[in-house]
């Protein structure tokens, strides 16, 4: 057992605590001494205190919640991390059009992954500056934060200007270049008709629509099909078809390697005129042409081949350069560029009549 007294006497200097005491005028029990007395007696506790603080505090600063889990708010332009039901977010293009989605369900791909997946998106995509959008809907959606890009896959829905439905199994839209795609296969149907292709892509800025692939577009009066592509100019008013094209419409089928339609009223799809470039054939109820280069004009009813031109009608076959036909009437005038003369032929049914000479 400790003994007081001596522990006195070694902080007084004094010998013994009773000589101490006795050399006090005010007794043993000063103020003084009692307060040096409790801090001796306290010390040791004061310290067991300190020493299990400094034990203890590195292991609670490394199990600090703080380190183990990022609590930190969102940086700007980054959507939660955990998943979330029922959720909204809306993107900005390139021109400032703000295109809304929802999702049932939004949850990110991997851990800090800037792609987070959508369960069940609906939205609207900003397609013009005449305020319409395009409304889709898919089972599964990606948004990537980075990219500022959607894409829909599976049993995907678009529906433009409340008349063109498109679908599809996938599609992707870039909101910074404004530009779709998809590569699988797409259907869509309106009041101007069908069409059919094995992918698809649109350019905004561009006003530009390409299916590419084989292709096929189906109007009440005509249908076109192609191997390669067929692309959309909305700003020029026409549609350019690339590999193995045909176009029939009414009694006439046009096959050309490269097709270009104008047309006078992009509404409705209302042809103006159309050129045909390479391995041309020019069919009809009373002939058949083959050319280089043809052209046909709807509003005037007709036709025209230029270039290493053939004819055929019933049993006959007249070469020439150029040929233009009636389709109302089935007359035709025949032209052909020689160093001697051009003969000038009319067809009626199946005889040909020579008519005159001209010189070239």
Same mark, same amino acid.
């Not at 779709?180 to 101007?192: H, M, P, T």
């Not at 008013?237 to 419409?249: A, M, Q």
């Given at each position: 057992?400790?003994?007081?007294?001596?522990?006195?006497?070694?902080?007084?200097?004094?010998?013994?605590?009773?000589?101490?005491?006795?050399?006090?005028?005010?007794?043993?029990?000063?103020?003084?001494?009692?307060?040096?007395?409790?801090?001796?007696?306290?010390?040791?506790?004061?310290?067991?205190? $300190?020493?299990?603080?400094?034990?203890?505090?590195?292991?609670?600063?490394?199990?600090?919640? $703080?380190?183990?889990?990022?609590?930190?708010?969102?940086?700007?332009?980054?959507?939660?991390?955990?998943?979330?039901?029922?959720?909204?977010?809306?993107?900005?293009?390139?021109?400032?059009?703000?295109?809304?989605?929802?999702?049932?369900?939004?949850?990110?791909?991997?851990?800090?992954?800037?792609?987070?997946?959508?369960?069940?998106?609906?939205?609207?995509?900003?397609?013009?500056?005449?305020?319409?959008?395009?409304?889709?809907?898919?089972?599964?959606?990606?948004y990537n934060q980075t990219e500022n890009i959607v894409k829909a896959e599976q049993n995907l829905v678009a529906v433009y200007d409340k008349d063109t439905t498109i679908k599809t199994n996938m599609a992707e839209y870039d909101f910074k270049k404004a530009t779709g795609f998809g590569s699988q296969k797409v259907?869509?149907?309106?009041? &101007?008709?069908?069409? &059919?292709?094995?992918?698809?892509?649109?350019?905004?800025?561009?006003?530009?629509?390409?299916?590419?692939?084989?292709?096929?577009?189906?109007?009440?009066?005509?249908?076109?099909?192609?191997?390669?592509?067929?692309?959309?100019?909305?700003? $020029?008013?026409?549609?350019?078809?690339?590999?193995?094209?045909?176009?029939?419409?009414?009694?006439?089928?046009?096959?050309?390697?490269?097709?270009?339609?104008?047309?006078?009223?992009?509404?409705?799809?209302?042809?103006?005129?159309?050129?045909?470039?390479?391995?041309?054939?020019?069919?009809?109820?009373?002939?058949?042409?083959?050319?280089?280069?043809?052209?046909?004009?709807?509003?005037?009813?007709?036709?025209?081949?230029?270039?290493?031109?053939?004819?055929?009608?019933?049993?006959?076959?007249?070469?020439?350069?150029?040929?233009?036909?009636?389709?109302?009437?089935?007359?035709?005038?025949?032209?052909?560029?020689?160093?001697?003369?051009?003969?000038?032929?009319?067809?009626?049914?199946?005889?040909?009549?020579?008519?005159?000479?001209?010189?070239?």
């Amino acid at each position: 057992m400790v003994d007081i007294k001596e522990i006195d006497s070694f902080f007084e200097n004094t010998k013994s605590f009773k000589k101490a005491a006795y050399q006090n005028a005010d007794g043993p029990f000063h103020p003084r001494q009692r307060r040096l007395r409790l801090l001796k007696l306290l010390m040791p506790s004061i310290a067991a205190v $300190l020493v299990s603080l400094v034990l203890i505090f590195p292991h609670l600063k490394n199990n600090s919640p $703080l380190v183990e889990y990022d609590l930190t708010a969102p940086k700007a332009g980054e959507l939660e991390k955990l998943h979330v039901e029922k959720t909204s977010f809306s993107v900005t293009d390139s021109d400032g059009k703000i295109s809304s989605f929802t999702a049932d369900l939004m949850e990110e791909t991997e851990p800090s992954s800037k792609i987070v997946k959508l369960t069940n998106p609906k939205g609207q995509i900003a397609l013009d500056d005449e305020g319409r959008f395009a409304d889709i809907k898919a089972d599964i959606g990606y948004y990537n934060q980075t990219e500022n890009i959607v894409k829909a896959e599976q049993n995907l829905v678009a529906v433009y200007d409340k008349d063109t439905t498109i679908k599809t199994n996938m599609a992707e839209y870039d909101f910074k270049k404004a530009t779709g795609f998809g590569s699988q296969k797409v259907f869509a149907s309106g009041a &101007w008709g069908k069409l &059919w292709a094995d992918g698809f892509f649109y350019d905004k800025n561009a006003e530009t629509l390409r299916l590419n692939g084989h292709s096929k577009m189906v109007r009440e009066d005509s249908v076109l099909t192609s191997s390669i592509k067929t692309t959309y100019f909305k700003t $020029l008013n026409k549609i350019v078809s690339e590999g193995n094209v045909v176009l029939t419409r009414e009694d006439i089928t046009i096959n050309a390697d490269k097709l270009i339609i104008f047309l006078k009223n992009a509404k409705d799809f209302e042809l103006n005129k159309i050129e045909a470039f390479g391995h041309v054939v020019i069919t009809t109820a009373e002939a058949v042409g083959k050319g280089d280069f043809g052209r046909y004009l709807p509003h005037q009813n007709l036709l025209e081949l230029e270039q290493n031109v053939v004819l055929k009608k019933g049993e006959s076959l007249i070469y020439g350069d150029k040929v233009i036909f009636d389709i109302k009437t089935s007359v035709g005038k025949m032209v052909s560029k020689s160093k001697d003369n051009r003969i000038t032929g009319v067809i009626r049914s199946s005889t040909i009549k020579e008519t005159k000479h001209e010189k070239k």
